[in-house]
């Protein structure tokens, strides 16, 4: 057997935030130089036997190492493809299996690489970032041309859509526009990403280099974390990473951080100093809790799967059809709402003892209607003087058709807010007010012109386990992260990108050393 020597490398994958079954496969062997990402189509058992199929016939074509390392790749894949195509045919329930899929095989220098579908692979060298692989998708080909941004091209409706896979019809290894075929240098300061589209249709370029930059001679911590940044990004896919350094590439890389090959520098917006952060666009500044693979500190979203919940005997169901707010009013305290998947357009003010949950995470929409008069400064969701009380999975929305002053509005009292993604809020993402008691767990709060969490003065706040990016862009907000003197909020184990250290000088001496113990 071929040994390559001095190559680290690690595989991960995980079924994500909202799906059931994980059909992602992955392989990772640095002794043959051998690593391989699987993305099963079909949906459920098909998508999953398809990419079973797939890594069992590359496998035992690529481990016999006779003839060109371009010719046994492409060999592979094609054998993959006709057998997956003749099983699919065996039973109607794997009818219209395939799979899309890369592959790399180091050797002599040099890493032979065979692709079909939106699955890819990247270079990293001399601290930069480069997509090595076109994504065979309608999508992927206009991002790939620059006629979409790489953000235009995450959100875009048809993103999932791919022409070419593996398995659909029969082929012939010399068949033109099947297999993409590349053999590119890999010196011994490179090093290598492949993923499934999971990872790369919800984390940007630049986040993804910052990650490795963070992680570099620990492939495991890099795996975990572009795992978790997918999971906190909404999750909606599986997510499969293979990392692979050369013997080289941390030595090589000392302590400049990665910039994607053409990107523009990001200029931070002007702040007070006493307030706010730094704005980088893209760019990972700072990682609180990044070493979960050293220390053994494990995300939620790391955790096993949060499926849709089956609807107790006692819960309420809210349809789209239906008011959030007149389930509220009906509740009793101790009760449960479970709100299905949809728009709602409405103001929600919560009730003391009330669960309010989307029952499918992040899969309900809370927009303000545009008949509320004072959208401007009002939350859509209002809290006022509770003491117990719940809301979780929701997206809450805002854009120029709603306009979103503030996502969520504490004030006077506790509130569990539990994996919410805030989007579009003038404002803040959440406001905690005077004498709030609030802890905010697992949620995604991006993009959103105002800050992404205000803290007043009296707030005792508990911010775990989140991540936070592309916040406090307009310049009529006073920062990114704003807390007021007086504030007293508690950060631990949070994700935030585009922040500097400055973020946090309002900070009292405890707090700020809770943050640099983590990070």
Known sequence: MRTVHALIAAGQTDTGRQRDVNEDRFYCDAARGLFIVIDGV??????GKAADVALSTLRKRLEREMGPVAQRVREA???????????????????????????????????TIGHVGDTRLYKLRNHGL?????????VGEREDSKELSELQAMRHPRRNEVYRDVGSEPHEPTDPEFIDIEEIPFEPDSALLLCSDGLSERVEFATIANVIDQSVGDPETAAQTLIAAANAAGGKDNITVVYVEGEQFAASHGHRAFQPHNAAPATPAPRNRALLASV???????????????TGMRLPF?????????????AQIVRPTDSIAAAIEK?????QILVEPGEYRERVILK??????????????IRLPSSVSDSDSAPA?????????????????????TPLAVGIGVTGGGLSIVDVEIIGAAKAGIDFGEGSSATLLGSYIHDNPGAAILVHAGANTRVTNNVFTRNGMSERVPGNLVIEEGGKPVFQDNVFVGLTPDSFVTLDELARMQLKNMN
């Open 331 to 335: 509740a009793a305290p101790g009760s």
């Open 352 to 365: 003391d003892g009330i669960r309010l949950v989307s029952r499918v995470p992040r899969q309900a929409t």
């Open 302 to 314: 790391l955790q096993p799967t949060t499926h849709p919940l089956s609807p107790a005997s006692d």
């Open 280 to 294: 980088i666009i893209g760019t990972v500044m700072l990682v609180i809790g990044l070493a979960i693979g050293r």
């Open 130 to 138: 480069e997509k090595i692989t076109r994504d065979h998708s309608p």
């Open 42 to 47: 079909g949906g459920q058992a098909a998508g």
């Open 77 to 111: 894949i094609t054998n993959a493809n006709n057998e997956i195509y003749r099983l699919a045919g065996t039973r109607p329930e794997w009818n219209g299996m395939a799979c899309v899929l890369t592959v790399a095989v180091i050797d002599n220098g040099s890493v």
């Open 381 to 401: 969701v209002v809290a006022a003087a509770l003491s117990t009380a719940e809301v979780a999975g929701f997206r809450i929305v805002g854009d120029a058709a």
